[in-house]
């Protein structure tokens, strides 16, 4: 009788320990789902694109656009390993802005050239529009359009 009830013990003991298994991996994947809709990937690109979006607010000087082109060429600086999610400029235009993924430190050289020869180009006199490329995956600003006004 003895050895029965330690049995139906252990028993009632194992049930309970799964019971609480099952509940504790029940809480963490509703946890992680919750985590999921928190959007920090977006508050992360809102937060990249804000050093480039002041210069969004429709048309722009001349002297702003150069602004624009020099902290462009002082991010591209920065821009250490565009593979993990640290976006560089990939391209800049007199009209439309072209997005690509694709960047390696040549490139970012060649790419500083031609903004440093599109600023010289910029009339502090004259007015500019700025249009902006978009990465799809992320939604970092990667491209620069100017269109003079």
């Known amino acids: 009788m003895e050895n ?11 049930l ?25 990937e977006s508050q992360q690109a809102t937060a990249y ?5 002041q210069y969004a ?3 722009i000087t001349g002297t702003q656009a150069r602004q624009l082109c020099n902290d462009i060429i002082a991010h591209n ?3 250490r390993d565009v593979s993990e999610g640290i976006a560089a400029v990939t391209s800049i235009s007199k009209n439309t802005p072209t997005v690509s993924s694709n960047v390696n ?23 500019y529009e700025v249009t ?3 990465a799809a995956s992320t939604g970092y600003i990667v491209g620069f359009g100017f269109k003079e006004v």
Do not use: E
């Open 49 to 53: 694109n804000g050093q480039f979006l």
């Open 105 to 127: 430190t040549t490139a970012l050289a060649t790419l500083n050239t031609n903004v440093q020869t599109l600023r010289n180009a910029i009339q502090v006199g004259k007015m």
């Open 77 to 79: 600086n920065t821009a």
């Open 4 to 14: 029965a009830s330690k049995a139906l013990i252990i028993a009632g003991a194992i």
């Open 57 to 59: 607010n429709g048309k």
């Open 132 to 134: 902006f490329g978009y």
């Open 16 to 40: 309970l320990s799964i019971l609480i298994i099952g509940l504790g991996m029940f809480i963490y994947s509703q946890a992680s789902n919750a985590m999921k809709g928190t959007g920090l």
